[in-house]
């Protein structure tokens, strides 16, 4: 057994894409999963399964959800030790920061500096963004919303044939503990 985190991109937020946390246990529960257990509203849960890998899990939960709701959510899978190695592997002080200053994007495919090479990193500072395994963290002092750095790291031409989807480090750092505790 498996224990893993579902990341949803994009619902319940602004109204749109509605997905109750009830219903979505309630999906993961009858895929056949066990250990559903839901964080926030915004689409972080957490199971454990024996039956799969990351990548069919997503696509697995994807359909169920189109199937379910009636409209595609991107869904990405990341297991407890992946999750676990994102947190340790951090290139910011996150002991030091505020949860809103730290932001973790998670991608589908590994990305490497080449497609972030137009952005002149001087223009932004204090802000910074470092590349890791399928993710990049974000350093933004002044949170998220007011992030010019971030503005521009989502331009879709950045994301191109990425699911890619982002949360703040108290997020990135509860997904870790709750995958790790799972039975």
């Not at 559903?36 to 039956?51: I, P, R």
């Amino acid at each position: 057994m498996t224990t893993y985190a579902a990341l949803l991109r994009g619902i319940n937020v602004g109204g749109n894409k509605k997905v109750p946390m009830g219903d979505l246990r309630t999906l993961l529960t009858g895929l056949g999963h066990t250990g559903v257990a839901t964080y926030l509203q915004s689409g972080n849960a957490v199971f454990t399964s024996d039956h799969g890998d990351e990548n069919s899990l997503a696509t697995e939960l994807t359909t169920a959800i189109e199937k379910h709701f009636g409209f595609t959510v991107d869904v990405l899978v990341r297991d407890h030790a992946y999750l676990e190695s994102v947190r340790e592997a951090c290139p910011f002080p996150a002991a030091e920061l505020e949860g809103k200053q730290l932001h973790v994007t998670y991608f589908s495919e590994p990305v490497d500096e080449a497609r972030f090479e137009g952005i002149d990193r001087q223009a932004f500072l204090p802000e910074e963004f470092r590349l890791g395994e399928r993710v990049l963290y974000l350093y933004a002092p002044e949170g998220l919303g007011r992030s010019k750095l971030a503005e521009t790291l989502s331009k879709p031409r950045l994301q191109k044939g990425l699911i890619a989807t982002t949360r703040n480090w108290n997020t990135v750092a509860k997904l870790a503990e709750l995958t790790g505790n799972a039975p």
